[in-house]
């Protein structure tokens, strides 16, 4: 069976990213054996670009399942796949950027990878595990412009072929362009039918930034998430007029607003179904139907937001859209 490729977006890097990615943040985790396992299945039925953090603990699954893959002939060479990571919000400072990075490979197993994010606008106290029960002196302020300036030391040493950040509004954004030499490449935020981010895609339009989706099917069935896209009554009719599921609507739809997906899913079906997106397209009128869904953020972060903290409500955190 000959895979269907998928589409590539060129990033203000010069690099090509694959606009469909396999997410591996899980709650709870497989265990490391069984996602690598996993992870090849996705690498076999066509998945090229595969989404990590420093807070997931899937690096070492990933880079294991990259070294089979290459083991067996699945892909050719270590440019065949896209590895995105994420800095986290503990090691959000100027010093402690590139030796994070660094334990980064290490766990995987590469010399670079092709995108590195900054996790979250955020910076924890070093040492504190987790990041849900947080007290306020556990969120220090974040300097941007340093942790920003670390992160294009990382890409001027090669370490990573991209760099961006992750969860940063408009007002964030503006900020760290008026100091950086590198526009980010990627914003990667939360964005589905039913939180679709249109002024925050727009600015990162006008910036040359390169907006990816994470929960595009709204983190349906997880704890967080909600049935606001795999449930909506209107993609839902969508989907059964064109003999679809609602998630290919979903993903076909964050595909032709010129933004990329990050899909999690670990069953071998669905992952082949979420890809099987790119030779049809959604008419104007069920474009227009989409527009019209009501929208909601589904994962808000009130953990980082207290009276006496750094951020004290959600529209500081969101950049005035909760």
Not at 23 to 39: D, K, V, Y
Not at 75 to 94: C, G, P, Q, Y
Request: hydrophobic share 40%; proline share 5%.
């Amino acid at each position: 069976m000959e895979l269907k490729k998928v589409p590539e977006v060129l990033l203000n890097s010069g690099k090509k990213m694959p606009v469909i990615g396999l997410g591996t943040a899980a709650i709870p985790l497989p265990p490391n054996e069984e996602l690598t396992s996993i992870l090849v299945e996705a690498i076999e039925v066509g998945y090229r670009h595969f989404d990590t953090a420093a807070v997931y603990g899937t690096e070492e699954p990933l880079g294991k399942a990259v070294s089979k893959a290459l083991e067996v002939g699945l892909i050719r060479e270590r440019d065949d796949v896209f590895i995105t990571s994420k800095l986290w919000n503990t090691d959000a400072h100027h010093d402690l950027v590139l030796p994070a990075l660094k334990t980064t490979l290490q766990k995987l197993g590469l010399e670079y990878v092709d995108l590195y994010l900054i996790h979250w606008p955020v910076r924890l106290r070093e040492g504190v595990e987790g990041f849900i029960n947080l007290n306020s002196e556990d969120v220090m302020p974040f300097d941007i412009k340093g942790t920003w300036e670390a992160m294009e030391e990382c890409y001027r040493l090669g370490l990573a072929k991209s760099i961006g950040v992750s969860n940063f509004g408009i007002k964030k954004l503006t900020q760290l362009l008026q100091n950086a030499t590198i526009t980010p490449a990627v914003n990667q935020v939360e964005m589905s039918p039913s939180w679709q981010q249109g002024k925050l895609r727009e600015f990162c339009k006008q910036n040359g930034i390169h907006v990816s989706a994470w929960s595009p099917l709204g983190a349906y069935k997880v704890v967080w998430g909600s049935s606001a896209v795999m449930e909506n009554p209107i993609l839902v009719e969508i989907a059964q007029a064109r003999k679809k599921s609602v998630a290919q609507i979903a993903l076909r739809w964050i595909y032709e607003q010129g933004a990329s997906a990050i899909v999690k899913s670990f069953n071998k079906e669905r992952m082949k179904e979420n890809l099987d997106i790119f030779d049809w397209e959604l008419s104007q009128e069920e474009s227009d139907k989409i527009s019209k869904i009501p929208q909601s953020r589904q994962y808000k972060a009130e953990f980082y937001v207290s009276e006496n903290g750094v951020y004290k409500s959600l529209e500081e955190l969101w950049d005035g859209d909760p």
